[in-house]
């Protein structure tokens, strides 16, 4: 028998890593892998925190011996995987065990599995896991849905694990089903969207101005001591003064300019337009990957159409700005999205919950993101994070800035997408009366689809000239 608090299966970079984190932090585990080489290897490595953990060859030896009710955290692929991972393992556990899925899973799949399990009188837990292979092993912050009763058993292991902001474990149960790997897949999206303004910012300094990398990298470095400071900034600033050991080059001048994905950027912006809003930061930024990924068509474009003009670089405090600026509007469409699907699903989000346990541990840590929990704990109008008060004053500050980087870029031809889409959709969300009467006159002339008249209730037709 083993006394093991939580079994891990999945010896993986991330599941060894969430393994050697409890186990420092005296929490007795369990582990596993599908093929058995992987154990001894890791409890190898393991060094002296191999007293706290016990290795099995097989996930039924290691379900055999745990006491019920069992918490098993898979680190397995969250697709198909996970689903065959079911049909194996649901004979083998008892009414009331847990099992946890912390991979970037498909918040569909994981409302489906919830639903699936509880069948058998058993939970699943979708539980996102953000910080990497360093936050998964030192802190990381976790998004949690699931049941009470499972919550109950994983608390006191995942606060122990977390990352600490101000002593405050940065892990929260968000709700039931989907509600973890949803909030998950936002917070990447909103990654995806301030690495790419980063990368606008950097590329306007380098291919705009050509700025060494190095010059770039000490810009940053002292953003990263202000406003912007975020693990983004941060690395970036490393990033940009790495040496490449094989030539002596800029690391980042040695590296293909074509962005990779695994999808979790692209399902944010699918599931913010089925839930009718517009993550347009993270689509631009999505968008963006996939035009850096079709290389040929660009190095074709570079020669077949007219070539951007010298850039007036825009001041040192503008890049700074703008960056703040397009920060705070793509965490709001994040924040929007997430409120949502909160009311779509009766998931009862807590943003400002959300923003606390993103303050420490995940990869979209910042500053930023400290004064963003302050927000939610204060009035709202419409609760629309860029409305509320703090952010409306700095966004007063720093959107001027946005639009004169915005502009500096689009007039000599430099493509900022991310900037500009948060630009645009400020300028949109200040307009109380917009241009979507003339989209409404259209519908109804070619299609008699009516439109709502200010002066008058109900739907209506116009009476067009022919
Ligand atoms: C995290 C990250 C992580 C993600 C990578 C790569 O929070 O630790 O979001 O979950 O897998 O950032 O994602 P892409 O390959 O889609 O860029």
Same mark, same amino acid.
């Given at each position: ?19 050697? $984190? ?16 992987? !154990? ?70 994981? %409302? ?75 917070? $990447? ?79 944010? !912006? ?121 952010? %409306? ?74």
């Amino acid at each position: 028998m083993s006394d093991a608090k939580i079994a891990i299966y999945g010896l993986g970079t991330m599941g060894s890593a969430l393994a050697l $984190n409890m186990a420092e932090k005296g929490v007795k585990i369990a582990v596993s892998n599908r093929s058995s080489d992987a !154990v001894p290897t890791f409890l190898d490595e393991a060094g002296e925190l191999a007293v706290q953990i016990d290795g099995f060859d097989t996930l039924e030896a290691m379900i055999d011996a745990l006491p019920s009710p069992r918490t098993i955290l898979f680190m397995i692929p969250s697709t198909g995987p996970m689903d065959d991972m079911m049909d194996h393992v649901i004979p083998l556990l008892s009414p009331g065990d847990t099992v946890i899925d912390a991979g970037n899973a498909d918040f569909h799949a994981t %409302r489906a599995r919830s639903a699936r399990l509880s069948e058998h009188d058993l939970h699943f837990v979708g539980m996102g896991v953000s910080g990497g292979e360093e936050g998964a092993r030192t802190g990381p912050s976790m998004m949690v849905s699931g049941t009470a009763h499972s919550w109950e058993q994983l608390q006191p292991v995942a606060e122990a694990i977390a990352a600490k902001f101000d002593g405050v474990p940065c892990v929260a149960h968000l709700g039931p089903d989907g509600a973890g790997h949803f909030v998950k897949m936002v917070h $990447n999206g909103i990654e995806y969207a301030d690495m790419q303004a980063i990368s606008e910012v950097y590329g306007l300094m380098r291919y705009g101005a050509g700025e060494a990398p190095e010059t770039i990298g000490a810009r940053f470095a002292c953003w990263n001591a202000g406003p912007l400071k975020s693990f983004l900034t941060e690395i970036t600033a490393k990033i940009l003064t790495s040496t490449d050991d094989h030539t002596g080059q800029p690391m980042i001048d040695v590296i293909v300019d074509s962005a990779g994905q695994k999808g979790t950027g692209r399902w944010t !912006v699918i599931e913010a337009l089925k839930l009718g809003q517009s993550a347009s930061t993270i689509e631009a930024a999505v968008g963006a990957r996939i035009w850096s990924s079709q290389r040929d068509r660009r190095a074709a474009g570079a020669t077949l159409l007219d070539g951007p003009g010298l850039l007036d670089l825009p001041s040192d405090e503008d890049l700074e700005a703008a960056l703040m600026a397009a920060r705070i509007l793509g965490h709001a469409q994040g924040f929007d999205v997430m409120q949502t699907a909160s009311e779509d699903y009766d998931w009862a989000l807590d943003m400002g919950q959300i923003a606390r346990i993103w303050r420490a541990g995940c990869i979209i840590r910042s500053a930023l993101l400290d004064d963003i929990s302050e927000a939610y704990e204060g009035d709202m109008p419409e609760r629309s994070l860029m409305l509320a008060p703090a952010m %409306r004053a700095r966004l007063a500050d720093a959107v001027p800035a946005l639009r004169r980087v915005v502009g500096a870029a689009v007039a000599s031809g430099y493509p900022v997408p991310v900037l500009s889409a948060a630009l645009a959709w400020h300028d949109s969300m200040r307009q109380a009366r917009g241009s979507a009467s003339m989209i409404q006159a259209q519908r109804d002339f070619f299609g008699h689809h009516g439109f709502a008249r200010l002066d008058d209730a109900g739907q209506h037709h116009g009476s067009w000239t022919r």
